[in-house]
């Protein structure tokens, strides 16, 4: 560290014990730290400077020194310059931010931590509501079944992140038992799903968590449960009998995104033939498009991939195809700034999003309609659902809305069950 002034000495100091400057690059350490000789910067523009430093690793735009603009300021006074130098990099960033992502020549870095297994003996239920559920959305009201607790895979913009951390992978203990004391109306359809706390299929049927789910589905035909995974680890449902009110369905995105943002995950090709497999078994199965991302390239990707799904498969085989985009909470994003994770999904325009952030409502009109319109195909033998969206997007988008969560919910679940007791390969 290059020799500055006490004070600067001293905010320097405090500025490195932040796990956001211990982050960056040892260049932009030095090039920051080289600054405080010129400027008189606050602690607060210091950590400033390490904020907009973070990005830019992040999103591979290049080194401080190469992004700097210091030109022509030597008319103003020491603290005017300081504003203006501060002011000329965030509009760098806001540049950035605004602009599609470009992933040629992007190398994100995979994380290393060994993954572990527990298990853990609670008398908790294991039946919760979505995790993401808002009365603020238009919401499918989904049940969840979190049978396994963290998940092996690990993609950027992940919410589970959140709320696990570390490499654990925690497996219910007596789930059996905590399956029977669900009170299940015998009157009434559920739809109710796994794969919101882990992925559903990545571990097969370890502790057998499948064979125990499936006997459950078998002993309450009410109930529709719906693996959803981003895995191809399909053996057990290949191998073993499926009930058939049981559906898997797969979270897709363009095959770049996957790479770079879905790390650990089956590709998406991988993830297209193990849903073929399965349906080609019987199996109902439909597809997740979340999150949709803008990047360099994305109105290419996106309706190369629905073509080989609308190829590749009946409608009578798809009970859903639901579409999202990237909604963030802080935590996650801070999460993703502190992991030193070279990755793109943050460099975006947001807004706020029902407490959340999220792309502008009118650019998530256009990108959720253009990718609908792909699906021309399966229109009106599908059900088509936008997952946690405003409502107002709802008729810009499909022509239409439910008068309420409920009224969702309920036209989701006879959308399915119609699939589910229509299904040509159970009859
Ligand atoms: S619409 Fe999406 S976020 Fe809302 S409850 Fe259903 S699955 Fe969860």
């Known amino acids: 560290m290059s020799c500055c002034p006490p004070r600067s000495a001293e905010k320097l100091e405090q500025l490195s014990q932040s796990k956001r400057f211990a982050n960056l690059s040892s260049c932009n350490q030095d090039f920051i730290a080289g600054l405080t000789e010129r400027f008189a910067f606050s602690q607060q523009d210091l950590f400033q400077l390490a904020e907009l430093a973070t990005d830019f690793e992040m999103w591979d735009s290049g080194d401080l020194q190469d992004l700097w603009d210091e030109s022509d300021i030597e008319h103003l006074n020491s603290k005017l310059r300081k504003q203006e130098v501060i002011r000329r990099l965030k509009t760098k960033w806001e540049d950035f931010r605004v602009s599609l992502p470009n992933y040629q020549n992007h190398h994100p870095l995979q994380k290393k931590g060994k993954i572990t297994f527990s298990r853990k003996d609670s008398d908790d239920t294991v039946l919760g509501v979505c995790p993401v559920y808002s009365p603020k959305t238009r919401c499918c009201n989904l049940q969840t079944l979190d049978a396994v607790m963290n998940c092996g895979f690990e993609c950027t913009y992940c919410s589970i992140q959140s709320f696990y951390h570390g490499e654990e992978i925690v497996f219910q203990g007596n789930f059996k038992e905590k399956l029977q ?150 935590p996650v994003m801070k999460q993703l700034r502190d992991r030193k994770q070279k990755s793109k999904i943050l460099q975006m325009p947001m807004e706020d999003a029902a407490g959340k952030f999220s792309y502008p409502i009118e650019q998530k009109e256009k990108f959720f309609k253009y990718i609908y319109d792909c699906f021309k195909p399966w229109h009106d033998k599908v059900f088509f659902y936008l997952c946690m969206e405003d409502p107002s997007l709802w008729p810009a988008v499909f022509g239409f809305d439910y008068e309420s969560n409920d009224e969702f919910e309920n036209a989701m679940k006879t959308a399915y069950l119609d699939k589910i007791q229509n299904n040509p390969k159970c009859q």
């Open 181 to 330: 004391k669900i009170e299940i109306d015998p009157n009434r359809t559920y739809h109710i799903g796994t794969g919101q706390a882990s992925d559903s299929l990545l571990w097969g049927n370890k502790e057998n968590v499948l064979s125990d789910l499936f006997e459950w589905a078998e002993r309450h035909p009410n109930v529709i449960l719906e693996l959803k995974t981003k895995s191809a680890n399909i053996r057990h449902l290949l191998d073993h009998p499926v009930p058939k009110n049981v559906i898997a369905t797969w979270s897709l995105n363009a095959p770049t995104i996957a790479k770079n943002e879905e790390h650990r995950t089956a590709s998406t090709s991988a993830r297209i033939s193990a849903a073929r497999r399965v349906a080609d078994k019987g199996v109902i199965v439909g597809f997740h498009f979340h999150p949709i991302v803008q990047f360099n390239g994305w109105d290419k990707e996106y309706p190369e991939l629905i073509s080989q799904l609308t190829e590749q498969f009946t409608p009578e085989e798809v009970a859903l195809v639901s579409l999202g985009t990237l909604t963030f909470i802080k």
